[in-house]
């Protein structure tokens, strides 16, 4: 949970409008460039191709504190509302969930957290145990587990475990007596290991006790188990007054490093096997793909081989690219796992700025990270704590749905109201036409994302309007192998006019459909009609030949003289910068892998000792020969070594003619990024 991070991004949205306001005062642009700019804006052609398809889509989800702590004993008419809206079909239909295995704070430490944020752990002490006491607990003692803990969290697992396809526990914190600080709001100092070394056998049998418990009590099976949440951060600390007492630090985190964090993983997976539970270890939860791929890139090849599945918030969005790259090259499925912001300026259930925000949020983390699925920090969040004085003078807009963590048991729908801002509505666009079976596909608009139906017979497009002005959206269908005579396009459209309002359905002439969206919009198109992928939508054609050019070197990857090496060159149509596809393997779309030839030497790229280089052809499948190839959509690749999961690059970031062609981890730089073009000789 990356609430902590709230100043962050209400200050990035402050400092992106200053500066936007700034640039204005200084250089506004001409009355015709201006013009210009609103033409572009006011149509786009948006081409979604079913070549480059994503694994199944899993769904979509929720963390389930502190919401679910905060009111998994309210009247039961708020309870059942509040149910509908996340995970009913008119809702946000929300399939998957993750629990939160609570640390919780020792029995004499008084409850300092936010409402909802003090967690019960799944610990009993004993009668008189203080914080300093730390050496009572044994994961083997059935008298030191309290199987009824979590009451109100439990509440929402059992009413909602029909509606949910993957459970998910979570640690945020280990209980007080793991910790260096002896409080579950981390340590005294934020940027040191909070778990105790020697605790950490114990907080692996904890996590693994804890789900094995939830699992029997609830009747449910925990597919994926995460020891952390954003571990490897300055956010989680706690500071102590006058008298002793907490004064910061709101709600349970703890700071735990790249080296504390693979030996919890090692302790993990024995613990799961001897708790007799078969979930899989999923890691890291950091705040944002950069420090996850620090952490990554850290951990041995054994510890990356106990993690089943890669999660990662965006609460920062640089670098999304990498981290998914880097689950290409392990082979793993990837989740965005947790996100929420405000995206705009004081609370409102009107404004549409923090609906298309999330809109854009949700497109962009489609459209880079491809993950396989997403997943809300919490949707609902304190109608106190977000309103005007609250956390901030104006107020927020986190969460889609807002009501007060402070309602009694005696209170009512009236006493203790919900609200919607626009952000559920928008959601909503996505969570009811991209649906778990779907496969998310490569498009050429940075403002939209696309799927194929589960079924194969049909494509489900969303599309963010921002601007102020309505614009023509044209969907080209002309990627799918077909394209019935009778196909629709049918358009359902959130705005200030409406919410999830649906539109006529629009005939597709030539292959092409084209519908005028509201200005502030979120528009979800059903594409009925069309299946297949077109002969010519793949990116190689067997026996065709490409030039690779760098992004930023604009220079094509050539044979050097030795004819092994790879370097820079102007592009002169030699066949030592001409590539063929050789073959293709493994999984098709977004994973699968190709194998390039240079025809002039009858060899093939590969990669030894971290260098790439042409070889001749074996005839044998070897890893070292096999790339995989991820875009965003915009027209550049990069190219993954499956052995390695390095990728080709130039060295240094040269750009001079010569300079090497190389391998590195992913990093997201623009000399990491290639096109891809044909240059087959045409007859």
């Given at each position: ?179 260096e600080s002896g409080y579950v709001s981390g340590g005294f100092d934020a940027n040191t290991d909070q778990l105790k070394a020697d605790s950490v056998d114990d907080f692996a049998a904890y996590m693994a006790g804890a789900t094995k418990r939830l699992e029997k009590a609830e009747g449910i099976k925990v597919d994926t188990v995460d020891p952390f949440n954003e571990p490897n951060t300055n956010y989680w600390g706690t500071k102590l007054g006058a008298d002793g007492l907490p004064t910061g630090g709101r709600q349970e985190g703890a700071h735990i490093g790249p080296a504390l964090q693979q030996k919890v993983l090692a302790a993990l997976a024995p ?379 130039v060295g240094g970031q040269a750009t001079n003619e010569g300079a090497a062609v190389t391998t590195w981890m992913a990093n997201s730089g623009s000399n990491q990024r290639w096109r891809v073009t044909d240059v087959t000789a045409r007859k």
């Amino acid at each position: 949970m990356a609430r902590r991070t709230r100043t962050r991004h209400l200050l990035g949205v402050v400092g992106i409008t200053a500066l936007a306001t700034s640039a204005a005062l200084v250089s506004a642009p001409s009355p015709d460039a201006q013009a210009a700019v609103e033409a572009a804006a006011s149509s786009v052609t948006v081409t979604p191709d079913p070549s480059y398809s994503q694994e199944k889509f899993e769904g979509w989800g929720t963390s389930l504190v502190w919401f679910a702590n905060a009111t998994g004993d309210y009247p039961p008419a708020v309870r059942e509302k509040l149910a509908k809206l996340l995970f009913g079909d008119d809702g946000l239909a929300l399939n998957i969930a993750r629990y939160n295995i609570g640390g919780g704070n020792a029995p004499d430490v008084k409850d300092y957290l936010r409402a909802g944020g003090a967690v019960e752990g799944w610990w009993k002490a004993p009668v008189g145990t203080t914080r300093t006491d730390t050496d009572w607990w044994s994961a083997d003692d059935p008298a030191d587990w309290n199987p009824k803990a979590d009451k109100t969290q439990r509440w929402w697992v059992d009413r909602i475990k029909k509606d949910i396809t993957h459970w998910e526990t979570f640690s945020n914190s280990p209980p007080w007596f793991m910790t260096e600080s002896g409080y579950v709001s981390g340590g005294f100092d934020a940027n040191t290991d909070q778990l105790k070394a020697d605790s950490v056998d114990d907080f692996a049998a904890y996590m693994a006790g804890a789900t094995k418990r939830l699992e029997k009590a609830e009747g449910i099976k925990v597919d994926t188990v995460d020891p952390f949440n954003e571990p490897n951060t300055n956010y989680w600390g706690t500071k102590l007054g006058a008298d002793g007492l907490p004064t910061g630090g709101r709600q349970e985190g703890a700071h735990i490093g790249p080296a504390l964090q693979q030996k919890v993983l090692a302790a993990l997976a024995p613990a799961l096997k001897k708790a007799k539970v078969r979930s899989g270890i999923s890691a890291m939860d950091e705040t944002n793909p950069s420090i996850f791929a620090n952490n990554w890139n850290s951990y041995s090849q054994d510890s990356k081989d106990l993690v089943d599945q890669m999660n990662v918030h965006t609460y920062g969005t640089g670098q999304r690219t990498t981290v998914r790259d880097l689950a290409k090259a392990a082979d793993k499925p990837l989740w965005m796992s947790e996100v929420e912001g405000d995206w705009g300026d004081g609370q409102s259930f009107t404004d549409m700025r923090p609906g298309l925000g999330l809109a854009q949020q949700i497109v962009d983390d489609l459209r880079e990270l491809e993950p396989k699925a997403w997943v809300f920090w919490q949707p609902v969040e304190d109608y106190d704590n977000m309103k005007p004085g609250g956390e901030s003078a104006k107020g927020g807009n986190w969460g889609s749905v807002q009501l007060s963590f402070s309602c009694k048991k005696t209170d009512t729908l009236a006493s203790c109201p919900i609200y919607t801002n626009t952000k559920f509505d928008t959601a909503r666009n996505f969570t009811h036409f991209i649906k778990p079976g779907d496969k998310l596909i490569k498009v050429d608009d940075t403002s939209s994302a696309a799927a194929v139906t589960k079924d194969g017979k049909g494509v489900s497009l969303v599309h963010v309007n921002s601007t102020t002005a309505a614009r023509d959206v044209t969907i080209d269908l002309s990627k799918f192998r077909t394209a019935k005579g009778n196909a629709t396009v049918t358009p359902t459209v959130t705005s200030a006019d409406g919410k999830l309002k649906q539109q006529a359905p629009v005939k597709v002439v030539g292959g092409k459909a084209t519908y005028t969206v509201p200005a502030q919009s979120v528009t979800s198109f059903a594409v009925k009609g069309v299946s297949g992928v077109a002969k010519n939508a793949g990116l190689f054609s067997k026996g065709h030949s490409y030039t690779l050019t760098g992004v930023q070197s604009g220079k094509a990857v050539t044979v050097a003289a030795n004819g092994t090496s790879l370097v820079l060159g102007s592009a002169n149509g030699t066949v030592a910068q001409n590539w063929q596809l050789d073959a293709r393997h493994g999984k098709k779309g977004a994973r699968q892998r190709f194998v390039f030839a240079n025809p002039a030497e009858g060899k093939r790229l590969a990669v030894r000792d971290n260098v790439p280089v042409v070889e001749p052809d074996t005839g044998k499948r070897d890893p070292a020969t096999e790339w995989i190839m991820s875009t965003t959509g915009d027209g550049t690749w990069t190219l993954i070594n499956a052995a390695t999961g390095r990728l080709l690059e130039v060295g240094g970031q040269a750009t001079n003619e010569g300079a090497a062609v190389t391998t590195w981890m992913a990093n997201s730089g623009s000399n990491q990024r290639w096109r891809v073009t044909d240059v087959t000789a045409r007859k």
